[in-house]
């Protein structure tokens, strides 16, 4: 399909994800991939402070408000609580998170999985993969919007992580 795949191996595409266990028979599976030169503990905070808000294009899905650029020092997140903020709007549910290695959520029916694979010491796949059920002929076009959206959250939360762990703070410290 066009738009399903980006920045993954094939091996990243053959392995199960978490948002597998959700959806039976999806329609839409779509894999996207960034390496960040940070250790997994360095990511994962920026990858947690998606309940505050996308990371994307704000301009477009957080009404022109900045995601923040600085840890917010949150507590780790929990099933059962809201996946992001967009817009001001509380949106989605985390369904499941193993805190450092991977968070799963659910908004406008599609499940995604943020996994975070450590190459060595000083780098981190940071792997997300979409699920949803939907009609055959809107899969294409939710994919190609997902890769847009996916690609620009990826790369901000790559950017960040990298940038903070240049400048030398620990996890979960607010600069």
Not at 51 to 74: H, K, M, T, V
Not at 87 to 115: C, E, H, N, W
Not at 127 to 155: E, N
Request: net charge positive; aromatic share 8%; proline share 7%.
């Amino acid at each position: 399909m066009i738009g399903d795949r980006w920045g993954v191996s094939e091996s990243e595409t053959l392995r199960s994800y978490p948002c597998d266990d959700f959806v039976a028979s999806p329609v839409l599976q779509a894999w996207r991939g960034v390496h960040v030169r940070a250790p997994a503990g360095a990511v994962w905070p920026w990858v947690a402070q998606v309940r505050l808000a996308p990371y994307s294009y704000d301009w477009i899905d957080n009404l022109g408000r900045r995601s923040p650029r600085e840890l917010a020092g949150l507590p780790e997140p929990r099933a059962g609580e809201r996946f992001t903020t967009a817009g001001g709007r509380k949106l989605g549910r985390i369904v499941s998170v193993d805190p450092g290695k991977q968070l799963t959520g659910t908004i406008m029916g599609a499940f995604m999985s943020y996994v975070l694979v450590p190459v060595d010491h000083e780098v981190t796949r940071l792997l997300l993969k979409v699920v949803m059920r939907t009609s055959r002929w809107a899969a294409p076009g939710w994919s190609v919007g997902d890769l847009i959206m996916a690609r620009r959250q990826l790369l901000n939360l790559k950017q960040l992580a990298e940038r903070h762990q240049h400048h030398g703070a620990g996890p979960g410290l607010v600069r």
